[in-house]
């Protein structure tokens, strides 16, 4: 992997990681036009590189975090599931699931056909206007979607938002949820994996590790911003399509 390489994965998964389309699945196939082997160090650094758009987060939402304790305990209460799956199918998943081309293909199609159902779904029975309004057992079932996102291909923004609505919250608090829960869920899992593979990094290894965090945290502060704007008055119709549409390349390319 090269600098070049580096910026240009650290800025797909900034732009991809908080919408609904899938970053491990768009990075998976940047890798390939790339002509990048998915070594053992490309998946550690796509799944580090995370931490940049989990910063940007952080930054944006900071006060909320700092403050807002109805709104926390939500947050730890649709961690649970993921927590507990995440640690225990730590090996399956780097194993067997990460770099399944089958997977993912599978994975970014029906994600989309979901999206799609949960976003008409959404207009007849989306009620909550708050995350403070959200009943816990509710937010533990968005928990337990949000496991669903250790497959590759599924999205953790995707199966949060989609749980968010189906659990009647609406598509901006939906996918504001998605963002918050993202940060105790990824800087976990993120820090996890790098405390299991660190000593393998070389020094270049970190430099380009380091380049690719700032630029994931640099193009992840604007995609959330825009991206609110958008479902603030749009659908998530257009995001399902996409996700179809990059199945079917997906396909194409891997399959073929």
């Avoid at 199609?109 to 959200?134: K, P």
């Avoid at 749009?234 to 891997?254: D, K, N, T």
Wanted: hydrophobic content about 55%; proline content about 2%.
């Amino acid at each position: 992997m090269e600098v070049k390489h580096a910026i240009i994965l650290g800025f797909v998964e900034g732009l991809t990681e908080f919408l609904p389309v899938s970053s491990t699945g768009h990075l998976i196939l940047v890798a390939h036009l790339l002509g990048l082997d998915h070594s053992e160090f490309t998946k550690s650094f796509e799944i580090s590189i995370q931490l940049g758009a989990i910063l940007a987060v952080a930054v944006l939402y900071f006060w909320t975090l700092l403050r807002d304790l109805e709104t926390w305990k939500r947050i730890i209460v649709a961690f649970l599931p993921t927590g507990l799956l995440g640690f225990s199918l730590y090996r399956f998943i780097k194993g067997y699931l990460i770099g399944n081309d089958l997977v993912v293909v599978v994975s970014l199609v029906l994600g989309g056909v979901f999206l799609l159902f949960a976003d008409r779904f959404c207009e007849r029975f989306c009620y909550l206007q708050s995350i403070r309004e959200l009943p816990l057992k509710k937010a533990f079932v968005i928990g337990l979607f949000q496991s669903l996102a250790m497959v590759p291909g599924v999205s953790r923004s995707a199966s949060t938002i989609i749980g968010g609505m189906l659990m009647g919250l609406n598509r901006k608090q939906s996918a504001e949820f998605s963002f918050l829960l993202a940060v105790p869920t990824m800087l976990i899992a993120t820090s996890y994996d790098l405390y299991k593979s660190h000593s393998q990094f070389t020094t270049q290894e970190f430099h380009l590790l380091a380049l690719g965090f700032i630029t994931s945290f640099l193009t992840a502060l604007l995609s959330v911003k825009l991206f609110l704007k958008f479902i603030s008055t749009h659908s998530f119709l257009p995001f399902g399509v996409y996700r179809i549409l990059v199945g079917l390349a997906y396909a194409y390319f891997f399959l073929l």
